[in-house]
């Protein structure tokens, strides 16, 4: 393919540049908040119960309506609805901050349930609807680059922002960092109402069709479908050792919020060397290559149940967060080669459907027998569950098979896509 054949542009960098800058801000809103959530809930009063009932309510109302969400992704204009969906983040938690600062006795384990729910609902319109940007933004050859890319950038916030998150509620309370949160969504509904991006007409069915056409196309490819069923088991397990036991273990001990905002950038920053790798490494068998890396996902699971000290705990979050991420990044560019952009967002929010609709069961499990029996037998069942359910997508043939699309089959959907446009 000659230079002036590319599939890939100069046209496509600018919008994809903004839509990097506002996705950036809207994911650092959202490391604030998970960064200090469960340390305030506990604040408050609560218990491993409480903090796995708040973010099961989270989860709960996203998987329900995610599967509502996806239809409108590929239905209605992307970038209005990640517009509207960080406004009502921006709103939600700027109205937790100040009840924290003005009000902090009034504020209970049910006010940030329904907090909770109302994210959790916004969650699941804009998350199909940021996927589906991509797609119509990138040309097919230029999609594994461009996550890593979004990855990398979205990484790097992420390395600052737990610490400095956890610095901030230890000095100046959880008020402060969930404005800090308000303010990141409310930039990143600035930045993406300036965005240019061309929507091809979309035929207008009711949204049971909708549903019904993108599970088609969703059972039709048995590689997609078993990491999805994978991932149902895998994400609960990995979300309530992360999330609810990992702060639990480190609660009880000195300077232990200190130490997890430190273990959560590490794992950030692992996330980013994942994606500078995958700038650089583009596997032929890509779903794989998926899998074979995601086996050192779980390795912080194993070391948190064994009470490490700080410099383990660190090292084993970094080599998780590039496993993790290389993983994140050859899933979604098989998914995006793979499936036509009119469909990308039912696609999305059936796998993010499978993936969290046993998180709130989870939660509350572990948090509730963690109280019970302690917190490092459940994580070590956590960590176990994760390498089983990923060992077992390896005799799939899809997932061994599947290359990565050639530069003229790449030419050619960018010329179909051009034509629909």
Not at 116 to 143: E, K, N
Not at 195 to 215: N, Q
Not at 231 to 258: E, F, K, M, N, T
Not at 381 to 387: F, P, T
């Amino acid at each position: 393919m000659s230079r002036s054949e590319s599939p890939a542009p100069p046209s496509w960098r600018a919008p994809f540049a903004r839509y990097v800058i506002g996705r950036g801000v809207s994911t650092a809103g959202t490391g604030l908040v998970n960064v200090v959530l469960a340390f305030a809930v506990l604040r408050t009063g609560g218990d491993g119960f409480s903090v796995g009932l708040v973010l099961a309510c989270s989860v709960l109302t996203q998987t329900l309506l995610i599967p509502v969400g996806g239809v409108i992704a590929d239905r209605v204009d992307r970038r209005t609805v990640v517009v509207l969906g960080n406004a009502v983040l921006a709103a939600t938690h700027g109205a937790m901050g100040l009840l924290l600062l003005l009000a902090p006795d009034r504020v209970t384990v049910w006010t940030f349930v329904a907090a909770a729910a109302t994210t959790g609902a916004a969650a699941a319109a804009v998350q199909p609807a940021f996927q589906g940007l991509i797609v119509q933004l990138v040309p097919p050859t230029a999609l594994q680059r461009a996550n890593a890319a979004l990855r990398l950038v979205l990484n790097v916030a992420r390395i600052a922002v737990p610490g400095l998150g956890a610095m901030i509620g230890a000095v100046f309370g959880y008020g402060q960092v969930l404005l800090a949160a308000a303010l990141a969504f409310g930039s990143c509904c600035a930045v993406l109402a300036g965005l240019r991006i061309s929507t091809p007409p979309r035929a207008t069915k009711a949204v049971l069709a909708g549903a019904r056409e993108g599970w088609a196309a969703f059972r039709s490819r048995p590689w997609m479908w078993g990491y999805a069923l994978s991932g149902a088991v895998a994400v609960p397990l990995w979300l309530a050792g992360y999330q609810l036991l990992g702060p639990l273990i480190l609660s009880g001990r000195d300077d232990g919020q200190g130490h997890w905002g430190w273990a959560v950038s590490a794992f950030s920053a692992g996330m980013v060397l994942g994606s500078l790798i995958a700038l650089r490494w583009r596997p032929h068998r890509v779903m794989l290559a998926c899998v074979l890396v995601q086996l050192l996902w779980p390795l912080p699971l194993a070391v948190l149940a064994t009470h490490p000290e700080l410099p383990w705990l660190l090292v084993s979050m970094l080599v998780s967060g590039a496993s993790l991420e290389l993983a994140v990044v050859f899933y979604e560019t098989a998914k995006q080669q793979q499936v036509p952009e009119d469909l990308i967002g039912r696609i999305t929010s059936l796998t993010m459907f499978g993936e969290t609709a046993l998180v709130p069961l989870a939660y509350v499990l572990a948090g509730t027998v963690a109280d019970r029996i302690g917190s490092g037998p459940v994580m070590w069942i956590c960590c176990l569950g994760i390498l089983a359910v990923t060992v077992a997508l390896l005799p799939v043939p899809g997932i061994r098979r599947l290359g990565q699309p050639t530069e003229s089959k790449g030419a050619t959907h960018l010329k179909q896509r051009v034509t629909r446009a």
